[in-house]
């Protein structure tokens, strides 16, 4: 047995399809039991590495492959991906989508089942990894009724099941929140300790620290530096931004502080929206209690809390989505009732690719916009940098370009309360930047609401912080 | 969530074997829809009593509220069927007769499917595809089918969500264009967590020549017996007719 888990020789490789991430002849030895971050901005290659370690390049992304690529001993070009299967395990960014069963105890077999292995070993091997995984609580559980960290522990403990020797991870934190990605750190931990060969791509870097052997800083499909774990740590804030890198230690952690509303930047405006009679419950439980909340108009305001908060209810009931729900929002002296709040409203979802319809920008901006306000939307759409843009499809822009045309139809369609939700997950620095300097720059009239886990993009354009726990909030603090 | 092979298994109910729905499936279609021995007045009530079968299943699964709605559906429409038929003449007997010899005729299939499809895991069924030695080539991508549909459902409850906050909708100023809106984000949507997903189980090892096991367990019990028993009555009292010791 060697004593390299995977070496990269001379690897360039570029997608069939023009997809970002090709990489320029990288040579890479990663050895075995060691634990390597990969991080970089977007596009610069980190997962298109990944791909190569679990063999999806070149047998599922197709595209031009030159130079060798073994991986545990064998050449990935003469692999058959299932024959990987067994020793390379794969966990991904999105739980929504790597997910077989609808119940927990069948998807940590799902593998083991592929593999053909006997009943009885699968069984057994499915109890050890549930009592290594503490995940006693999530066995014989429906798919659909976990939360994204306990679905990206099932998705962990399926991979662990195979007891494969090496596992890649692209991006797993994406959709968790801080106490999901503590949970995760600690699987991983747990194999470390086992002495598996981890491999992780990721944006958010914070969480890997002391966990790393090696970091490697990859740039436009090359890699341009490789760390000593603990020298990577060291590196100052200022250097990492530098590199595009996000923010490995934020100062501050809002969760800490009381619920309700907080400023914490100077904030000058006068005028407030004035919510009244926020309850709403399901299922008997009481999801959302507030009884009267004032936000400042023009402000940006971070929603946070703890999973299961009742942050997303709230939102959901002032875009007036939920239904049943009895609240009122007063502004400017009118009165407005759960379904006139969708005029004023807008939620720009995680994926926004839901709510792109039409054929080119500028027709999808002016959908919900007055007749002849054409002008008013080209102006916007150039504010927003996107005006030349304005004949191409949406879809074809990318994600954060989608963003602004999201926003901008939503301005132009008169509403002036727009609600994000997590509209920095999976974003490297450089974009995380631009959209805080755009949520930032908005008129003074839009009232801004994220609801994030991005505590660095919260200290970098937010004005107000709204922490909600169980649905309530003390007594509201002097504005 | 009740959608297609996706049982909730917190809360389930009286589990069946597959098979058995199957064959269950299978009585309904030649009795009710096929209407086998309907001029054998003891079979033409047994069936009436078959057709109760996948209501009651549905009560079994927890399912309370579809089989209250299902059941006096078809109550309403086998009592019209029976009792005002009879007496009606012309044009009321052709529109009033022709939907309930249709939907009487359809409804107990319906419902079982409804049943099944609403009751079953992906992994009871490939398992019970696999007992029934129907190969993997058809079991596997039947099975990611299922796997794919209750996500694409998600993702048009969230388009149907951002068109109403746009504002577009039928009546609107593009109410020409509903579906356009609608198909092209499901489309872009559908192919990016299709092609993740083909992606996840490839690394999964799904799709190897190796035999794949099934550890999910499937089985003929007490409440299996007792329905399997109940639809072959059905055949008997057929069979009995047919020899003419019943009528």
């Known amino acids: 047995m060697s004593e390299n888990a995977a070496v990269l020789r001379d690897v360039t490789f570029r997608y069939a399809n023009g997809e970002q991430g090709a990489l320029n002849s990288i040579d890479l030895e990663i050895k075995r039991g060691e634990c390597v971050l990969l991080c970089g901005s977007s596009g610069c290659g980190k997962t298109t590495v990944t791909r190569l370690l679990n063999g999806l390049i070149p047998h599922y992304y197709e595209g031009e492959l030159s130079g060798d690529v073994s991986v545990l001993g064998r050449d990935i070009r003469i692999t058959a991906i299932g024959e990987l299967a067994g020793t390379v395990g794969s966990v991904f960014q999105n739980p929504r989508s790597q997910f077989f069963c609808v119940d927990t105890t069948a998807e940590i077999a799902f593998g083991c089942e592929n593999m053909g292995l006997p009943e009885a070993e699968i069984q057994n091997r499915i109890d050890k990894t549930v009592t290594e995984m503490h995940i006693e609580k999530l066995q014989d559980r429906s798919i659909f009724n976990l939360s994204g960290g306990e679905k990206q522990k099932i998705a962990c403990a399926g991979v662990a099941a ?18 999901a990605i503590d949970e995760l750190r600690e699987v991983i931990a747990a194999w470390k300790s086992q002495g598996k060969t981890i491999v992780v791509a990721e944006h958010r870097l914070g969480w890997l620290e002391g966990m790393c052997d090696r970091v490697i800083f990859m740039e436009n499909g090359g890699i341009s530096a490789i760390f000593s774990g603990t020298d990577f740590f060291a590196i100052s804030t200022e250097k990492l931004n530098d590199m595009g890198l996000r923010t490995v230690h934020t100062d501050c952690n809002y969760l800490e502080s009381e619920t309700g509303l907080h400023a914490i930047k100077p904030y000058s405006g006068s005028e407030v929206i004035t919510l009244e009679g926020f309850t709403y419950s399901y299922g008997g439980q009481d999801a959302l209690d507030i009884g009267r909340l004032e936000l400042p108009v023009g402000s940006v305001t971070a929603v946070v809390g703890h999973n299961g908060a009742g942050k997303s209810t709230f939102v959901k009931c002032l875009c007036g989505l939920q239904k049943r729900f009895r609240g009122t929002i007063t502004v400017g002296g009118k009165r407005l009732r759960s379904k006139d709040m969708m005029r004023l409203s807008y939620m720009v979802m995680q994926d926004v690719n839901h709510q792109l319809f ?106 107000h912080i709204l922490h909600i726990e169980n649905g309530r909030i003390q007594q509201v603090v002097d504005l | 969530m009740a959608g297609l092979f996706t049982a909730d298994i917190e809360n389930r109910g009286l589990v069946l074997d597959p098979r058995t729905k199957l064959a269950v499936m299978i009585t309904l279609v030649v009795f009710a829809l096929g209407g086998a021995g309907s001029d054998i007045q003891a079979v033409a009530w047994a069936t009436i009593a078959l057709s109760g079968l996948p209501i009651l299943l549905l009560a079994t699964a927890r399912q309370w509220s579809k089989a209250a709605v299902f059941g006096l559906l078809y109550a309403a429409l086998k009592s019209a069927e029976l009792l005002l038929v009879p007496h009606l003449s012309g044009a009321a007997l052709s529109v009033v007769g022709v939907c309930c010899l249709i939907f009487v005729r359809l409804m107990p299939s319906l ?21 029934m030695h129907v190969p993997q080539q058809i079991t596997i991508p039947m099975s990611v089918m299922f796997r794919f549909f209750p996500t694409v459902l998600e993702e048009f409850a969230a388009i149907n969500t951002a068109m109403k906050m746009r504002d577009i909708r039928i009546g609107g100023r593009n109410a020409g264009k509903l579906i356009e809106y609608r198909l092209v984000p499901l489309m872009v949507c559908s192919v990016n967590i299709g092609s993740e997903l083909s992606a996840a189980a490839l690394t999964r090892g799904l799709g190897t020549s190796v035999r794949r096991t099934n550890i999910c367990k499937i089985g003929f019990h007490a409440q299996d017996i007792a329905v399997i028993a109940a639809s072959a009555a059905v055949y008997i009292l057929w069979m009995l007719g047919l020899t003419g010791v019943v009528k």
């Open chain 2, 111 to 131: 419902i079982m499917g409804a049943y099944m499809l609403s009751s079953t895991t992906v992994s009871e069924f490939i398992a019970a595809m696999h007992r």
């Open chain 1, 358 to 463: 039409a054929e080119t920008v500028l027709e999808e901006v002016m959908l919900g916009a007055d007749e002849g306000s054409e002008a008013k939307a080209e102006q916007l759409l150039e504010k927003l940098g996107i005006s030349h843009y304005k004949e191409r499809h949406p879809m074809s822009l990318s994600g954060g370009q989608k963003q602004r045309v999201a926003i901008a139809s939503a301005l132009l369609a008169g509403k002036n309360l727009l609600v994000f939700d997590e509209p920095t997950s999976g974003l490297d620095f450089r974009s995380m930047e631009c959209t805080a300097e755009l949520l930032g720059s908005l008129d003074s009239d839009v009232t801004v609401l994220i609801v994030t886990h991005d505590m660095e993009l919260i200290d970098r354009c937010c004005t």
């Open chain 1, 162 to 179: 195979m007891l494969p020797e090496l596992i890649v991870l692209d991006e797993p934190t994406s959709n968790l929140d801080l106490d």
